[in-house]
């Protein structure tokens, strides 16, 4: 069994879908932070089966709440110091998310004003769907600037 050290300040991401860590590695920008991270792909879980965590040693005031709860607000994030777990975060949708996801509408003004920010609102919490702040247009996986 493959043993990951414990960290002594920072976060742990855990319960991630597996698979899904390197692509919240990326859209956390953690590759762009000096700072030791940990990607454990596919380890085994009780509760889902096969996981992914992400251990960061750095400030957790690095990490967008916002970006990480739209991918999935499902993740477990734990804030570590002094090599034990002081805090849960628990994530929540975001009612408003900026440059996360880019409209797809041709009709839409963020078409025609490239400088503009694409702005999404969470229109129905219980499914999840966010729309365009100008133009309403569903989100849908292929709208995400991922």
């Known amino acids: 069994m493959l043993n990951v050290g414990k960290i002594e300040e920072g976060f742990v991401l855990d319960h991630i879908e597996a698979g899904k860590s390197l692509s919240i590695y990326h859209h956390l920008q953690l590759d762009k932070l000096d700072c030791t991270v940990a990607i454990i792909k596919n380890a085994r879980s009780n509760k889902m089966g096969k996981k992914d965590i992400l251990k960061v040693e750095c400030d957790i005031d690095t990490l967008d709440l916002d970006v990480l709860a739209f991918i999935d607000h499902n993740i477990t994030v734990n804030v570590i110091k002094d090599g034990e777990i002081v805090d849960k975060k628990v994530l929540v949708l975001p009612k408003e998310i900026k440059n996360i996801i880019k409209c797809k509408n041709p009709r839409c003004i963020t078409s025609i004003e490239q400088e503009l920010p694409h702005i ?8 999840e769907i966010y729309r365009c702040k100008y133009c309403e247009e569903k989100a849908s996986e292929s709208t995400y600037a991922w």
Do not use: H, M, Q, T
């Open 120 to 127: 999404f609102v969470l229109a129905d919490e219980k499914k």
